[in-house]
């Protein structure tokens, strides 16, 4: 993975930032467009991850010089409490630790009901460009992905 050795980080990512990403849930992120699950009104796992990454992007990747990205390197979540179509779900995320280019969120997820759970996430800085190149290096074999 192509790393951002050339940039200090923490001059533009610091512990505490957060940013809350909120949603409605609807039919397309339940069960029903996931292909499974019995449970076709609530919403999906998938989902729920999706927006708890989302949150933790948002947080970061604007904040950082022009050319450079955070790329998913770990995550680790529960999913504790359903959610249904209609309801509004709430994903904050917070960075607890700046380490070099690895960004460390803490996610807490909730509804109007209250938590529906919480996780780690971890992040990396990259420059996008050369990380397209690594991406394009590794998958000439196959040759069916153009990054640009």
Excluded at 76 to 89: L, N
Aim: charged share 25%; aromatic share 6%.
């Amino acid at each position: 993975m192509a790393t951002a050795t050339m940039l200090d980080v923490g001059q533009f990512v610091t512990p505490g930032m957060s940013e809350i990403v909120q949603k409605t849930v609807e039919k397309k992120h339940t069960g029903y467009s996931y292909g499974g699950g019995a449970m076709e009104d609530l919403l999906a796992t998938p989902a729920y991850v999706d927006l708890m990454m989302r949150a933790a992007i948002q947080t970061v990747d604007p904040k950082l010089p022009k050319g450079y990205i955070t790329v998913g390197r770990s995550m680790e979540f529960t999913h504790e409490a359903p959610t249904g179509t209609g309801m509004s779900v709430s994903i904050q995320a917070k960075v607890t630790e700046v380490k070099g280019n690895r960004i460390m969120f803490e996610i807490i997820a909730s509804d109007e009901l209250g938590e529906i759970g919480n996780g780690r996430h971890e992040r990396v800085v990259v420059f996008r460009d050369e990380w397209a190149k690594k991406v394009q290096e590794r998958l000439k074999p196959v040759q069916r992905i153009d990054i640009k």
